[in-house]
């Protein structure tokens, strides 16, 4: 099978070999979890509980009328200890529901099963996703309601499920398509039931041979459903990049998949999806790789979404030495750490802790004008030179060569030899145009 891909982009370490035979391990929550009402792209969710309240397993505790937006469900039983703001893993604090967990696991009434969803509407399935609280779990956190649901002059021809996992370290998708490869399938095919007459394709980096192997097989009697091996390269898991390596077509500057006819969406999700739509059962977990030279026991847990982050690290084995650096998420586009005092929300995807050799952090020097930047961008921009226009504030000239389209996949900022923070330059300058547009 040819191996697709995109042009330019970087080849890091994998850092794999740590848990990609690690299998999915449950995580018991201890007593206290903590629930953002911040979990998604979009409009941040309003409490639904107070200090005192009871609360069952599947209940919403959190909401918002507006449409980007995606409503929170408490992962266990027990009694609200406190609404108030909290630490976010994004380092801002933000409005949270502390809840005591009573170990009972009382399970309230959630959403209604439908295993023979074929009868449901499509607007009806659009409803069971919005309620049932499911974002984008590769790490943008976007409602995946809004993502099912694109303007009526956007005919949506190809869905494709996200199985690169580009990011280094990182392996719960990988496990996922092994250990749930049925119910990714399914997740598919809900979906493929919205667009009739769309095409499915499972896109998967060819460094995980064993999951093309066994999603292939869960696909050989469906005709509208095709995988495709991806060349192992770093950022092919990026929406566009996907895009063009399975379909050849290139998303057009400033817009999105859906005008091309094409709807993204990560292996999780998907799960997720066909959980809510067959099960009844609104985002309450999710697969986390807990990774890195530091950690003791590498490994893939099931977490419920408001673990501590200190648990994990504690069912992981702890420190073997103490991390230079932690991420949530992966080391080109994570966050980093600076207290483990946070909780799992619905975007991590993992927790890194690396070490001196690993993190290899330097000192930002001058720019050498070596174009390696420019060769490494998978959207074809000029990093340095937009990187410039932000350190002199001249963010219209920063617009102008189209900074906006930046992905914030750090290729220029791995391969820069002189360690310059491109990235961090370029969130600055997209903020501040967003900013100046909204002025």
Do not use: W
């Amino acid at each position: 099978m040819k191996s697709l891909t995109f042009r330019h982009g970087v080849y890091p370490p994998h850092g794999k070999q740590y848990t990609e035979n690690k299998p999915i391990e449950r995580l018991k929550p201890k007593e206290i979890l903590v629930f953002p009402m911040l979990q998604n792209a979009g409009a941040t969710c309003e409490p639904l509980v107070k200090k005192g309240d009871k609360v069952l397993v599947g209940q919403k505790i959190g909401d918002s009328k507006k449409f980007i937006s995606s409503p929170i469900h408490s992962s266990v039983s027990g009694v609200v200890k406190d609404v108030t703001p909290m630490l976010h893993p994004n380092g801002m604090k933000v409005m949270s529901v502390v809840i005591e967990n009573d170990g009972a696991f009382e399970q309230g009434t959630t959403l209604l099963p439908h295993e023979k969803y074929d009868s449901l509407s499509r607007e009806e399935i659009i409803n069971i996703i919005h309620e049932a609280g499911i974002v984008g779990m590769g790490g943008a956190g976007f409602p995946t309601h809004v993502k099912l649901s694109p303007p009526a002059d956007k005919k949506i021809d190809t869905i494709i499920i996200n199985g690169a996992e580009c990011e280094p370290y990182l392996t719960s998708d990988h496990r996922v398509m092994l250990e749930k490869t049925d119910r990714v399938v399914e997740g598919l095919k809900i979906i493929l039931h919205l667009f009739p007459g769309a095409k499915g394709y499972i896109g998967i980096e060819n460094n995980k041979p064993d999951a093309i192997e066994a999603m292939e097989k869960a696909v050989e009697n469906e005709p509208n459903i095709e995988v495709k091996a991806l060349k192992t390269k770093y950022p092919q898991g990026g929406e566009r990049l996907l895009v063009y390596a399975i379909t050849g077509k290139e998303v057009p500057s400033g817009g999105l998949p859906c005008d091309i006819g094409c709807i993204v969406q990560n292996i999780d999700t998907v799960v997720a999806i066909e959980r809510a739509v067959i099960k009844g059962r609104p985002l309450m977990r999710r697969i986390v790789t807990v990774s890195g030279g530091a950690i003791k026991e590498p490994k893939n847990f099931n977490v419920r979404i408001g673990t501590s982050t200190r648990e994990l690290i504690e069912a992981a084995g702890g420190f073997t030495k103490e991390p230079v650096k932690i991420i949530s998420g992966g080391p080109m586009m994570g966050i980093s750490l600076y207290t483990l005092d946070v909780p799992v929300v619905k975007g991590t995807s993992a927790i890194l802790c690396l070490t001196e050799e690993e993190a290899k952090l330097e000192k930002e020097r001058n720019c050498i004008r070596c174009g390696k930047c420019v060769e490494a961008c998978p959207m074809n921009l000029l990093p340095c030179t937009l990187n410039s226009f932000v350190l002199r504030d001249d963010f219209e000239s920063f617009e102008k060569y189209h900074g906006m389209d930046c992905i914030e996949c750090g290729s220029c900022s791995f391969v820069c030899p002189s360690n310059r923070y491109l990235v961090q330059s370029f969130r600055t300058g997209k903020c501040t145009v967003l900013s100046n547009r909204k002025k």
